[in-house]
Nanobody, 125 residues
Framework: QVQLVESGGGLVQAGGSLRLSCAAS????????MAWFRQAPGKEREFVAA????????VYADSVKGRFTISRDNAENTVYLQMNSLKPEDTAVYYC??????????????????WGQGTQVTVSS
């Protein structure tokens, strides 16, 4: 069992930056591919980025490529999402998720084993 808790969301102006964190419980964090998803009002939850078990490989959605960076610290059981050059269309609830067995990572929410409760990111224009 893995419990995930996100933090770091907030209100930021367009062009600004935020760093999200997702802290995981348990001693098996390094056995999971970690991902970030987001869900805007009235829209489906969508894949944002994922990082491999060791942190050596990453995948990004086209909409955030070049602006967002996912990373992880297995010693701290934490995954991060550094978000730069934020746009109003990045406004959403951001969720971290864990998947034990899959690389390349799946963009499907059904393939992930554990989810956090989400953190709100609001980008004003």
């Amino acid at each position: 069992q893995v419990q995930l808790v996100e933090s770091g969301g907030g209100l930021v102006q367009a062009g600004g930056s935020l760093r999200l964190s997702c802290a995981a419980s348990g001693r098996t964090f390094s056995m999971y591919v970690m991902a970030w998803f987001r869900q805007a009002p009235g829209k489906e939850r969508e894949f944002v980025a994922a990082v491999s078990w060791s942190g050596g490989r990453t995948v990004y959605a086209d909409s955030v490529k070049g602006r967002f960076t996912i990373s992880r610290d297995n010693a701290e059981n934490t995954v991060y999402l550094q978000m730069n050059s934020l746009k109003p269309e990045d406004t959403a609830v951001y969720y971290c998720a864990a998947d034990r067995s899959r690389w390349p990572p799946s963009p499907l929410i059904s393939e992930y084993d554990y989810w956090g409760q989400g953190t709100q990111v609001t980008v004003s224009s």
